[in-house]
């Protein structure tokens, strides 16, 4: 008996090890890979143009997913002679013959197209539910195929992976003489809780931006879809973006009519050739922040209870591929740098009173290089002849927050999609906000065509809403700030929570404990009652699991505090007392 207890624990312990069906989300950034994935490691420096480093491989019920690292820097999807190769039947006699293989799939990176040899036909990327993040510029990718388009249909419980750069001497991954096979994983990955689409807590501010194809809010053929999304999410401040012909009034009247406000008119500003901002609250003022630009600032006289006013830059920046417009994003990014540092220091186009909490939001179109991102996060300018020098653009002089935001319904983090069209699906709506004085509740991007049945009957929508309405995708964002008063004790998030510390009230110390349902960069901090960061308590890396800090009370005056916890792209906070 006691030999079989220890086998059977063996043999449990083996498969946790070697289990490869992992609920990965499509984001690209790649914390919810385990160590102990499918890997192949390449041989460095052996390909003329580029480098593979290695692939890692994992499942769900539905997908094949690929970790791949290569060097240089890379556009996955334009500008390259990258491909991957599967053999879905396991048999090297069948299928195109390459590298020892004998391949059933062919997808070609950056021609964005495949082909099937089991049946001898071309296949798209939405053939094959090919999804990639991120869409810019990047060493490390996360790739999805759905697993019923490998063939033969739903491919054979082993299949082989290679990868080539068809140029001469280009990087081959195996090598000629190896193979690389995975073995597809059964067991269910822990279902995902979808988010609840409404507030947590009415006294949250909802921000919301999309961009709504060609006036598509205005328009009276999909005014149906846009009033079910938007009776739905109930934004209390917009940012619309491809408003090319409607103005600001036609918005605020529409906006009356869908989401009529419990007293008064929402407000609308339109100042540059596309964006709309409106707003539940009184607009103050708005900046017209790149001439002949579409990039929009405006600031949110927001009730008393947030404690502070709102700078909010609703963007539309330049479209797609190509050197030129890659420039011209570039622009676009360093002119909204510099019109933040303009606004923290005193003169200038804009002066702000200090800590005014902003975000930078709407469709970036960040299809190239990765700089323009940075550049909005770390205010690092590139044309300074043009724009200055740049500089940290958080209040407390750090980055700001790109909020990743998911998918309600389905692991993914995609705010773009057009099946019909030469591109999968990807990420090109954004919210950046200051990290030092907003709190994010809750955030997530809405697809109604990924929700199910009784999800959509639920709050009111079908399932072809968010695809006849636009291209993209609602994003939205429940938030508060350090110095907001009357919100409730947050919710925790389904993957991490933060615990209320204990004791509380305390005296001298008292410990605070949270959880991560996977390794992740983590920010605690503390906050007095005014909003002010007293201290910063953990600024690093965690692995998954429990962790637990103690807060001794040396050098703290007696009172009320904060303390935050950031991880995954969200923060949680909780108040604890301090008696002396």
């Not at 279902?191 to 689409?197: F, S």
């Not at 401040?237 to 869908?258: C, H, P, Y």
């Not at 050197?323 to 702000?352: H, M, W, Y």
């Amino acid at each position: 008996m006691q030999k079989t207890t220890l086998i059977l624990l063996f043999l449990f312990i083996y498969n946790c090890l070697t289990a490869q069906s992992l609920p990965i989300l499509l984001d690209g950034r790649t914390d919810d890979w385990t160590q102990n994935a499918a890997t192949y490691t390449d041989a460095e420096n052996d390909g003329s143009v580029y480098d593979f480093r290695y692939v890692s491989a994992a499942n769900d019920e539905n997908f094949l997913y690929l970790k791949l690292r290569i060097n240089p820097f890379v556009k996955l999807l334009e500008n390259n002679q990258l491909a991957m190769y599967i053999d879905g039947d396991n048999n090297s006699s069948t299928g195109y013959q390459i590298n020892g293989i004998g391949a059933e799939l062919r997808f070609s990176f950056g021609a964005r197209n495949g082909f099937n040899y089991y049946i001898n036909a071309s296949v798209t990327h939405s053939d094959l539910k090919f999804r990639s993040l991120p869409t810019v510029t990047d060493t490390l990718y996360e790739i999805a195929i759905s697993r019923q388009a490998i063939p033969p249909a739903g491919s054979s419980a082993t299949i082989k992976i290679f990868l080539i750069d068809n140029v001469t001497s280009g990087d081959r991954m195996p090598n000629a003489g190896d193979t690389f096979s995975y073995t597809f994983d059964n067991t269910p990955v822990k279902q995902l809780v979808p988010a609840e689409l409404a507030k947590e807590d009415s006294l949250l501010l909802r921000v919301v931006n999309w961009n709504t194809l060609s006036d598509g809010l205005t328009s009276s053929s999909r005014e149906p879809y846009f009033r079910r999304i938007l009776q739905t999410v109930k934004p209390d401040v917009a940012g619309f973006s491809e408003m090319w012909n409607s103005t600001a009034d036609e918005v605020r009247q529409k906006l009356n009519s869908i989401v009529p406000l419990n007293a008064g008119s929402w407000n609308t500003v339109k100042i540059d050739g596309g964006n709309v901002i409106a707003s539940a609250y009184p607009i103050i003022q708005s900046w017209l922040v790149y001439p002949g630009q579409r990039i929009t600032a405006s600031l949110i006289d927001l009730p008393e209870r947030f404690g502070t006013e709102l700078l909010v830059i609703c963007c539309h920046y330049k479209c797609c591929g190509g050197a030129s417009n890659d420039a011209e994003r570039q622009r676009e990014a360093d002119a909204t740098v510099a019109f933040i540092l303009d606004a923290k220091s005193p003169g200038g186009t804009i002066t702000l009173p200090a800590n005014t909490p902003f975000v930078i939001m709407g469709d970036m179109n960040f299809v190239g290089d990765r700089q323009q991102l940075k550049t909005l996060i770390t205010g690092q300018i590139i044309n300074t002849q043009l724009f200055g020098n740049g500089g940290s653009p958080d209040w407390d002089n750090t980055d700001l927050l790109d909020a990743l935001a998911p998918q309600s319904d389905k692991r993914t983090a995609y705010t773009w999609r057009d099946d019909d069209g030469s591109y999968p699906p990807g990420r090109l709506d954004y919210q950046i906000w200051s990290n030092s004085n907003v709190m994010i509740r809750k955030q997530y991007v809405l697809q109604t065509a990924v929700m199910s049945q009784q999800r959509l009957a639920q709050y009111g929508l079908q399932e072809g809403d968010s695809r006849n309405a636009s291209d993209h995708f609602p994003k939205v964002s429940d938030i508060t700030f350090t110095n907001t008063v009357g919100i409730s004790e947050p919710f925790d998030r389904v993957d991490f929570s933060l615990e209320q510390n204990f004791p509380n009230p305390f005296n001298p110390a008292t410990v605070i404990r949270f959880s991560l349902e996977r390794g992740s960069e983590v920010r605690l901090e503390l906050f007095d009652a005014l909003g002010r960061k007293v201290k910063t308590l953990i600024n690093e890396y965690r692995s998954n699991g429990s962790h637990a800090i103690t807060l001794d009370s040396e050098g703290l005056m007696a009172g009320v505090y904060f303390y935050r916890l950031e991880a995954m792209g969200n923060t949680v906070t909780k108040k604890l007392l301090l008696v002396k």
